[in-house]
């Protein structure tokens, strides 16, 4: 059961819990017990499971190490103090982990000072960093305290002498668990944690967040399914002081150039304004972007000293020591990608500048959360938007977050190629029988309903048994013997395969574009299909000439001042939540009434003041901006009413749009299925380009959007789904990634690592191979139920089918000669994709026919 | 199965040539799949069986007395692994149903054939005439003088020629023959028979054939798929 907590512990009832040197140690620190700790000490020193959601900087750390440093010093002080682990603590980032090693050391060296003694309590780090000389040290005298990552966790817990030190652990901590619940990683690390509780039954977990929703969600991830937890919320502690703000007076009626001038003044003037500035960017090459025109515009305010990138492109040495001068205060403003979003110590900054929308409120609060890193400080953050729709979108998101309304994240639930993994850890361990090992992962909340079936299919994978007899040995990983139950490890390679290639973090694949023999970065093989010689196209900021390629090598020119011919390779962006989208369609809806109703400019424009905390200027852009979409369409879509307009581009390319804001995870989904129907309705393939706001489809026949929408029945959806992934390059590229992670496409191989032949292989060969055996193969399933559930969202895109068929969700039909206001941007930036249907030899003979016919025009 | 003529004498069925009596087929790259595995791509195997498949139809429908194998049967440079050892003699015997001879052209991947060779009583020449019509694997020039003088046409592998077709929306890759000039003689380029993949698309990649590099844009493409379809020149395509 989950339970949240309500009330706080007195300081008496703590202080009587600690040893009195830590009590001494506390009050030569500490004027008083943070909120955070007087929720949360007491539950861990009672050994209850518990999550604690709060914010930067409010004591959060000590919160879960108080009660056991507490417990080691008393039992150190009685002698009792055994050479073992007694707590793991887990953090996604290595750089995270040497700050907590240093918060730890210092209060134990401080506690030695005040009772006159070593206490002899160890703590060491253990990452892909560590050197096998400190390896071997922790096995010969392991710490007491254990850091460590999600990936060297799964390995020590399967290496034969170290996880001897595992037995009984007391404690566990997940840090920043947030960050992980949402992905494959926190899946794998939900399985680990049963092993580790199978080693440690009286095992106590402790999990740590910033601003996360739903929370009880997160907390039985934390804990596995059916067992109790405690939760702390104590998101809002620090005041918040936001707003969203145009560097313009008018979004619509200036030049990109004079607002980029504008942005840049603003940045300057809010830089200089306060001490330390944070500015994320969304993306690594706007932060390159950013830091160049700062110091390009403004030479005297900004230089290589006092201002600095910090992405994930960067190496790992300029980034500790951004890091560092962060801390020490020495840098004006930092300019980050994402990569600053979690929780290491980066020193006092008093204002947060997010450049575009951060796309979801939980997002936006985990960012400005970093200023006023006090507790009782007030956090200060700023949205600068660049056009309407970003306006629009902020302006509802800052709202969410003054009325702490947080948008959920998505858990990843029976993810087969993740299960791979641990069956085969597992199977290293020791023998198990089957019964145990489903009872086991059916404890993990990520696999709490995974069925018996698709159990036994990984387990059979694992075994080689989709392989003839005879080549089976190249294959199987375990051997699994049907009449006894039981399984086990199989092969000499067996330990070594899995501490070189377990992990979820996909190995870049693709092709790599090189200017001569330089390396430039990665594209998609789709991406490469659709380039011609001489075709230019933006990557990491910069702008290429495409000359010709090679296997999977492409061969570019830099070019200069020159616009691209085909739109920019945009590899997944973050997508607008759905609860937010939901929220703006709110909104949408409410203008629409007022407009309806014809209320005056001014009453509308009082709503707008009332509703959103906005200035002046944006108050008066919202308003034109839905006046516009009303007086030309008379339409205005919402989270109750689905518009399709029928338009044109310049080119007099006809274009359907729907305008459906429900964020891109739903729009991606729902514009295949539409696109499905149409294409199968005309035979015919269909182009489609999707944004969080909509899609839009075009094709050469006559479309029906509104029966292709409304035939779309919820409880087919699945199927349709999977038939639309069929052909697509998002499903090859997601299948290569599950087919790493179950070790059928090994990193690292009988002493092979990475190597470049491997790398390059077409994902088209892969999946070929693995049709073949089944086209309903467990890892080619994974790779469609990672599509469709954790890349798209098809469980809110059958909600949203759902409201159609009650009739909640209206659908509207209009005709416009040039794109509507709401419709503009859409049909502008849309990322591309096309529905296949036409068969490869029908579409061949079409051209083919085309090609004759040219000819004979030619002759006569 | 439907045939074109390419030149004189020379046809062209599915993805082999028919000179006379003799059928040329090139690049089988047997063994590409354990090559793969042993780098750790535990992908499973079906190229010696779709091979096999692909190879017979063509052969009971042409009976050729000789079949000439105009380079890259294997896929591995270095040594022979036992799988490929005894896929590459399935594969030959298979042929030897159908056929008197087997003659293999030199390719730039089989350096040490020899062995496999030997044991099947097979004949291993850099380069193999048929009247005027001249057969090298193409990775090198051949020379034109001597006893080459009269020849007037040359077949080549070794580039795995592909083209992407598209319109509007689409794209696709296929498989194709390339028919041009090279030193006033006439050049063809057969497709590979290596199943795995389609090829190199001729419209923008990189041409490994030092026969190849010139007047390009002046080859007729001829698409292969369930049938063999003309496209015209490669210039009209781009």
């Excluded at chain 1, 392989?467 to 699994?480: G, N, P």
């Excluded at chain 2, 844009?217 to 379809?229: A, R």
């Amino acid at each position: 059961m989950i339970t949240h907590l309500e009330k706080q512990n007195t300081e008496e009832e703590l202080l009587t819990i600690l040893h009195p040197h830590v009590r001494t140690w506390f009050h030569q620190k500490f004027k008083t017990f943070a909120i955070p700790q007087r929720f949360g000490v007491m539950q861990i020193h009672s050994r209850n499971n518990i999550l604690i959601s709060s914010p930067t900087g409010s004591g959060k750390t000590l919160t879960a190490f108080l009660a056991i440093l507490n417990e080691l010093i008393d039992s150190a002080d009685k002698g009792i103090l055994q050479d073992k682990i007694y707590c793991v603590y887990v953090s996604p980032l290595k750089a995270l982990n040497a700050d907590i090693e240093h918060n730890l050391l210092e209060p134990l060296k401080e506690i030695g000072a005040i009772a006159g003694k070593e206490f002899g309590i160890r703590v060491a780090v253990r990452t892909g960093d560590t050197t096998a000389q400190e390896k071997t040290k922790q096995l010969k005298r392991p710490p007491h305290i254990l850091i460590t990552t999600p990936e060297s966790l799964a390995i020590i817990l399967a290496s034969i002498k170290f996880s001897d030190h595992l037995q009984n652990t007391q404690w566990c901590i997940i840090d920043e668990i947030h960050a992980m619940a949402e992905n494959k990683r926190g899946v794998h690390l939900s399985l680990s944690l049963e092993r580790l509780q199978r080693m440690s039954p009286a095992m106590t977990r402790v999990g740590l967040s910033a601003t996360v929703a739903p929370l009880d969600d997160v907390a039985q991830f934390l804990v596995g399914a059916n067992r109790d937890c405690k939760v702390v919320d104590v998101q809002f502690l620090k005041q918040l002081d936001l707003k969203v703000i145009s560097p313009v007076p008018d979004l619509i009626n200036t030049t990109h150039g004079e607002l980029h001038h504008a942005m840049y003044s603003l940045i300057d003037k809010l830089v200089q304004e306060h001490k330390t500035t944070l500015i994320f960017t969304n993306t690594r090459s706007a932060t390159e972007r950013v830091v160049h025109y700062l110091k390009e515009k403004f030479p005297k305010h900004y230089n290589d000293i006092n201002i600095g990138a910090h992405h994930g492109s960067l190496s790992k040495d300029h980034r500790t020591e951004l890091e560092g001068n962060l801390r020490q205060g020495k840098l004006k403003c930092v300019v980050c990608s994402t990569s600053l979003e979690l929780g290491i110590d980066i020193g006092y900054i008093d204002l947060v500048l997010l450049l575009g929308s951060p796309k979801s409120v939980a997002r936006a609060l985990q960012r400005i959360g970093r200023s006023g890193h006090q507790l009782h400080a007030t956090t200060k953050g700023r949205i600068i938007v660049m056009d309407r729709d970003d306006l629009v979108e902020c302006s509802v998101l800052l709202k969410s977050a003054m009325e702490k309304k947080i948008d959920r994240i998505h858990i990843p639930t029976n993810c087969l190629d993740v299960l791979v993994q641990h069956i085969h850890g597992l199977a290293l361990e020791e023998k198990i029988h089957i019964d145990d090992l489903y009872a086991l992962v059916k404890q993990s909340y990520c696999y709490k309903d995974i069925s018996r079936k698709d159990f036994m299919e990984i387990v059979e994978y694992l075994a080689g048994k989709f392989i003839s007899l005879e080549d089976r040995h190249v294959y199987a990983k375990i051997w699994y013997d049907e009449t006894t139950g039981m399984i086990g490890r199989k092969g000499k390679m067996s330990r070594v395969i899995h501490m070189s290639n377990i992990g979820t973090i996909p190995d870049q694949s693709g092709v790599i574009v090189k200017e001569g023999e330089k390396k430039i970065g990665m594209v998609d093989e789709g991406f490469l299909e659709r380039l011609k010689p001489r075709d230019i196209f933006v990557l990491g900021g910069n702008t290429y000439r495409f000359k010709f390629s090679r296997g999977m090598v492409a061969q570019v020119d830099r070019c200069y001042e020159t616009p691209p011919t085909v739109p920019s390779w945009v590899s997944e962006m973050l997508p607008l939540s759905f609860d937010l989208a939901m929220d703006i369609g709110k909104f949408r809806r409410l203008m629409t009434e007022k407009l309806e109703a014809k209320k005056s400019k001014e009453e509308i424009l009082e709503f707008i003041r009332s509703y959103l905390y906005v200035d002046e200027n944006a108050t008066n852009a919202v308003y034109e901006y839905f006046k516009e979409q009303y007086d030309y369409v008379g339409e205005i879509p919402s989270d109750q009413r689905i518009l399709i307009e029928h338009t044109e581009d310049e080119d007099g390319r006809k274009y359907i749009v729907f305008h459906t804001l429900f964020g891109r995870r739903v729009n991606d989904c729902l514009s295949r299925a539409v696109a499905f129907a149409i294409a199968r309705m005309q035979h015919k393939d269909v182009e489609m380009g999707i944004s969080d706001n909509g899609f839009y489809l075009v094709s050469h026949g006559k479309l029906q959007p509104m029966q292709a929408l409304k035939a779309l029945k919820p409880a087919e959806l699945n199927k349709v789904m999977g038939l639309a992934l069929d052909q697509t390059e998002v499903l090859r590229r997601r299948f290569r990634h599950c087919a790493n992670r179950a070790l059928m496409i090994l990193r690292s191989y009988m002493g092979h690592t990475k190597r470049v032949g491997r790398q390059q292989v077409s994902s088209m060969i892969l999946m070929n191979a693995v049709k073949r055996i089944s086209p309903d193969f467990c890892i080619l399933r994974e790779a469609r139920r990672e599509v469709l559930e954790d890349l798209m969202d098809i469980e809110n895109t059958t909600l949203v089918l759902n409201l159609i068929a009650q009739g909640k969700m209206k659908i509207a039909e209009v005709h416009t000669k040039i794109p509507s206001p709401f419709a503009f941007d859409l049909v502008l930036q849309g990322h591309l994709d096309i529905m296949k249907i036409e068969d490869k030899v029908e579409f061949l003979r079409r051209m083919h026919q085309n090609v004759l016919a040219k000819i004979g025009l030619g002759k006569k | 199965m439907n045939r074109i003529s390419l030149a004189i004498n020379v046809t062209a069925i599915d993805l082999a040539l028919l000179v006379r009596d003799t059928l040329i087929i090139s690049d089988i790259h047997i063994g590409y799949e354990d090559a793969l595995q042993s780098r750790g791509v535990l992908i499973p195997i079906f190229q010696l069986q779709d091979t096999i498949k692909r190879l017979e139809t063509i052969l009971k429908e042409t009976k050729p007395k000789i079949v000439v194998i105009n380079g890259d049967l294997k896929h591995e440079f270095g040594r022979i692994s036992s799988q490929e050892w005894r896929d590459t003699l399935k594969l030959l015997d298979m042929i030897l149903q159908y056929t008197e001879k087997i003659i293999i052209v030199k390719g730039n991947h089989d350096p040490i054939l020899g062995p496999i060779a030997r044991k099947r009583g097979i004949e291993i020449v850099k380069e193999y005439k048929i009247n005027n019509v001249l057969i090298a694997h193409g990775d090198a020039e051949p020379a034109l003088d001597k006893e080459n003088k009269d020849v007037k046409v040359i077949i080549i592998g070794h580039e795995h020629p592909a083209i992407i077709i598209q319109d509007k929306v689409r794209r696709e890759r296929f498989k194709c023959f390339l028919v041009g000039k090279y030193k006033r003689r006439m050049l063809i380029a057969q497709p590979s028979f290596f199943l795995l993949t389609e090829g190199s698309d001729v419209l923008k990649e990189k041409l490994l054939s030092p026969l190849l590099q010139r007047d390009l844009g002046n080859f007729d493409v001829y698409v292969v798929e369930d049938k063999i379809y003309p496209f015209g020149k490669i210039k009209n395509l781009r």
